[in-house]
């Protein structure tokens, strides 16, 4: 496991939004209050280059990054990055 900035998880074009519904405000509230994000985001890197999310993680990264563009704090995310030999 590493840490990521939620602003170079966001670079990594994922398809990670979510909706503002009841768990994001849920997260985004939590991380207002000082929370961190303890669950780790599962991530999978093709060959190709390409990298997408294996388990759903858009909620904590929508909230993270709903917290950096409103104040430019880049909160570390928690992330497991697989590299598969998969092309």
């Known amino acids: 496991m590493e840490l990521m900035k939620v602003s170079k998880l966001v670079a990594m074009n994922l398809n990670w939004v979510r909706g503002e519904d009841a768990r994001f405000k849920s997260i985004l509230k939590e991380l207002k209050q000082g929370a961190d994000i303890n669950e780790a985001i599962q991530l999978i890197r093709c060959t190709c280059g390409k990298t997408y999310v294996l388990q759903d993680g858009g909620h ?28």
Not at 60 to 67: L, V, Y
């Open 60 to 87: 904590r990264i929508s909230a993270a990054f709903k917290i950096y563009q409103d104040t430019g704090k880049d909160i570390d995310i928690p992330v497991n990055l697989f590299q598969s030999s998969i092309p």
